[in-house]
Nanobody, 126 residues
Framework: QVRLVESGGGLVQAGGSLRLSCTVS????????MGWFRQAPGKEREFAAA????????GYADSVKGRFTISRDNAKSTVFLQMNNLKPEDTAVYYC???????????????????WGQGTQVTVSS
């Protein structure tokens, strides 16, 4: 059974930083594309970042580019999202997701990902 567990969310002031982690169990982690999505209250789930199985090609939403960095440690079956210069509009539940069909990040559509974590809350105060 594939399981994704996020951690690292919390409350931070605008301009601050957080590092999210997502640990995968139940499959060979190194062969998958991993992504981070987020969903604010009343809004649709949106793409934030993704990384290829090798840690090479990455993709970012324009709203987070230059502030967020995605990385992975295949030996620890973990993907990270370093979030710097956080803004109140970054407030959302952040979800980790796994795409076992592709070798590189796709178009950032939730439908491309077939396994999801339970989410971790990030709240940025102004």
């Amino acid at each position: 059974q594939v399981r994704l567990v996020e951690s690292g969310g919390g409350l931070v002031q605008a301009g601050g930083s957080l590092r999210l982690s997502c640990t995968v169990s139940g499959r060979t982690f190194s062969s998958d594309v991993m992504g981070w999505f987020r969903q604010a209250p009343g809004k649709e789930r949106e793409f934030a970042a993704a990384i290829s199985w090798s840690g090479g090609p990455t993709g970012y939403a324009d709203s987070v580019k230059g502030r967020f960095t995605i990385s992975r440690d295949n030996a620890k079956s973990t993907v990270f999202l370093q979030m710097n210069n956080l803004k109140p509009e970054d407030t959302a539940v952040y979800y980790c997701a796994l795409d076992d069909h592709h070798m590189s990040p796709g178009l950032g559509r939730p439908s491309e990902y077939n396994y999801w974590g339970q989410g971790t809350q990030v709240t940025v105060s102004s």
